[in-house]
């Protein structure tokens, strides 16, 4: 062996070079799109639970925050505020400041709540404001669960009612400048009632586990209800008999049961859509309940119960300040145990 030849390099041919340049075939393609679209088609349910789950998250720290407004309301006043302001003659019917309004303050919206001064202004008067009532529509985000759907405004079943001036009847044609929020006593005849929505909110207060479907068997006391909120309600920490870690203050109630608002609701002596179901819900039906499309007097099934678009379940806020995860699954007692503050029931796990 000549010692050369330890450095020479053997000779490559063209036709060699070209034969090794090789390309992938039809198949080969196919096949690397069939795993990539399994790989994806795996991946997807992961990734839309993984942002489901940062959705209920935020969802449950904006329950979260209320809770501590509620606490700071109740230190400014020494009482929870009530699930909505009524008029004390309860035939009569009006408008009502929700409980949602009247925290506006303790949950950063102070701007927000000072024009619409709740403290001097009632509802009707806001409403009746063709400025003042576009208030009503404001977006307020804490309000709002982001695993709801549909935009910011509620549900035309939660919209309130108002009132529009016909100034020329042969043409229908209608002012809509003026607006006129209450409708008591009964609009006159040149006046045809009109509804609007307003605001949207996901988050409703608890009534507590009462509920009655016919509107004549509905009394005062009902309306006060055995929650955190009523009609008028003054519920104090010390009134909650079963505890606060051991009584649901409020909950969540998403667009296909047709959420709430966070501003008030029409009238005081009714009990249907457009009233107490606006701002608050019963642990009456389990959470979840399929929804129902017409307004059958004071049936509530599907419109006046707690739900969410969250897996299995809905969050809810105690009166102590802790969000909770329940399970539509819950026993239906159990669930009514925890909305009534003073049954005496004390509930172990749930």
């Known amino acids: 062996m000549v010692y050369g030849d330890l450095y020479r390099c053997p000779s490559i ?4 070079l070209r ?26 349910p992961a990734v839309s639970a993984a942002r489901e789950a940062a959705r209920q998250m935020r969802c449950s720290n904006h329950l979260r925050q209320i809770g501590i407004g509620l606490h700071t309301y109740h230190n400014a006043h020494s009482t929870f505020p009530p699930g909505h302001v009524a008029d004390r003659e309860i035939e009569r019917d009006g408008r009502s400041w929700g409980w949602a309004a009247l925290l506006l303050p303790f949950v950063e ?41 549909g935009d910011g405004l509620s549900h035309p079943y939660r919209s309130i009612s108002v009132s529009s001036e016909v100034t020329d009847r042969s043409n229908n044609r209608v002012e809509s400048g003026l607006l006129v929020a209450h409708i008591f006593p009964p609009p006159a005849p040149d006046v045809i009632p009109l509804t609007t929505r307003i605001a949207k909110s996901n988050y409703i207060g608890s009534i507590g586990s009462r509920w009655k479907s016919r509107r004549t068997d509905w009394e005062s006391r009902d309306f006060r209800g055995n929650g955190l909120f009523g009609r008028n309600s003054d519920v104090t920490i010390a009134s909650i008999f079963d505890g606060t ?75 102590d300040g802790s969000v909770r995860f329940l399970s539509q699954q819950i026993d239906l007692i159990v669930f009514r145990n925890l909305a009534d503050r003073s049954d005496g029931v004390r509930v172990g796990d749930f």
């Open 245 to 319: 870690s051991q009584t649901i203050a409020a909950g969540e109630r998403c667009m296909r049961n047709y959420a709430a608002v966070w501003a008030g609701g029409n009238s005081w002596a009714g009990c249907g859509f457009t009233d107490n179901q606006m701002v608050l819900g019963t642990a009456y039906y389990p959470i979840n309940d399929a929804p129902i499309r017409a307004n059958i007097d004071c049936d509530g099934r599907g419109s006046a119960n707690f739900s969410s678009n969250h897996p299995d379940g809905a969050n809810f806020l105690f009166a």
């Open 13 to 16: 041919r063209m036709t060699d």
């Open 19 to 44: 034969q090794s340049r090789k390309g992938l075939t039809v198949v080969e393609l196919l096949v690397a799109f069939a795993i990539v679209g399994t790989l994806v088609a795996m991946l997807l």
């Open 109 to 149: 919206q102070a701007p927000l709540s000072q024009r619409l001064d709740t403290r001097r202004r009632s509802f009707d008067e806001i409403a009746s404001n063709a400025t003042l009532s576009r208030l009503l529509a404001t977006e307020v985000p804490l309000y709002r669960c982001p695993s709801d759907e």
